[in-house]
C-alpha cells in the first residue's frame, strides 16, 4: 500500500507540473509586448510644459502668418500668351479656317514652347490663341511667335489684311463675346456693331472693346 501511495502521489504531482507549464506558457503568450519610445517622444513625454508652449507658438505664427499673406482673387501670372487675329473682310468661315487658320497653325504649333493652341474661324475673321510653357521666357517666346506669323504670311491670301499678334495677359482676357447676324444688309449689321461698340466702351470699368470682321465702307459699296 505504501508503494501504492508513493505512486499517485509521483502521478498527480507531474500532472500538477505540466498544468502549471501549460499555464505559464499560456500567460507568456497573452501578455503584451513592450516597445522602447523613441527619443523625440520620450523627450516631449518627460517636458510637457515645454510641448504645450511649442504647439502653441507653431499655432499662433501660423494664424499670423496666414493673416499677412497676400491675397489675390485673380493675380497676375506671368505666362507668355498671345492671339493672333486677321481680318478678311467678305470671307465666310470655311474659306478663313482653310486659307488663313490653318495656314498660321502649321507655323506656330514648330515654335517652341508652345504648350496649348486654340484657334476659331468666323465670318471675316480668324482669331488663334497661343499659350507656352510656364517655365519659358516671356519675350523670347512672343518673339518667335511673331517671326513664325511673319513667314506664314506669304501663304495667306493677299485680299486678308496682316495677322496681328497681341501679347496678353490672364487679366486681359475677354469676358464676353457677342456675334451679330442675320438676314440684314451688310452695310445695317457694320454699323450696329459699331454702335454697340461704342456703348460698351462707355460702361465703367471696361477697358477695351474690339470689332472683328467689319467692312470698310468704299463709296456707296461695302467690299
Known sequence: STSK?????????QWRGAVMSQVNSSNNEHQPKITKPSPFARFFFLRTVFGILLSLLLVVGGLLA?????????????IATATVT??????????????????????????EGVKTLKSASYSGYSLINVEFNSNADVNRSIQLLRDAVSKAES??????????????????????????FGDLDL??????????QDRLEGVPGVTEVTLGGSRESRGDKYS
Open 5 to 13: 501511495y508513493l505512486a499517485v502521489s509521483e502521478s498527480v504531482q
Open 66 to 78: 496666414y493673416g499677412s499673406m497676400i491675397k489675390e482673387s485673380n493675380p497676375d501670372i506671368n
Open 86 to 111: 486677321t481680318t478678311w473682310g467678305g470671307a465666310d468661315p470655311e474659306t478663313i479656317e482653310q486659307e488663313v487658320t490653318n495656314e498660321l497653325e502649321k507655323e506656330i504649333k514648330s515654335v
Open 155 to 180: 501663304e495667306i491670301p493677299r485680299e486678308a489684311e496682316q495677322p496681328v499678334v497681341q501679347q496678353v495677359s490672364v487679366n486681359d482676357a475677354p469676358i464676353l463675346t457677342v456675334a451679330l
Open 187 to 196: 452695310a445695317v449689321l457694320n454699323q450696329s456693331a459699331e454702335r454697340l
